[in-house]
């Protein structure tokens, strides 16, 4: 059983994972922080935030002495899953951090249950 969890993330209960809800790869555990999964892409902000004034010494774009913007991708079907403002060196942020057993039990899934039914899903009996 899939649920969604971001835009652009569904947690898959049966296996635990994070999933792209768009091709429905798995990236990595979801006990983990998902942004490992993913592709990483970093921008400077004035790739991002173009000038309003051209020739300015001035811009809306954040400074890139202190700013980088961070992309991640899905690595199947290259679907932005998230992006972030950091200062160049920062670690990438853990911002979503799920009680899977909390959620397995609102669900009325145990664990026992969830592996049966994904074997005999993966072997056409479902």
Request: net charge neutral; aromatic share 8%; charged share 35%.
């Amino acid at each position: 059983m899939k649920i969604r969890i971001t835009e652009a993330l569904d947690l898959d209960l049966a296996t635990e994972k994070w999933c792209c809800n768009r091709c429905g790869k798995e990236l990595i555990p979801a006990r983990e922080n998902y942004k490992k999964g993913c592709l990483v892409r970093e921008r400077m902000p004035m790739e991002v935030h173009n000038p309003l004034i051209e020739n300015s010494p001035f811009s809306f774009a954040p400074d890139p002495e202190w700013c980088r913007i961070i992309e991640f991708y899905c690595p199947q079907c290259g679907l932005m899953i998230d992006n972030e403002y950091l200062p160049p060196g920062h670690p990438v942020t853990h911002d979503i951090e799920l009680d899977i057993d909390g959620i397995k039990r609102r669900y009325g899934i145990d664990d026992a249950k969830a592996k049966t039914k994904d074997k005999t899903k993966k072997m056409g009996i479902m």
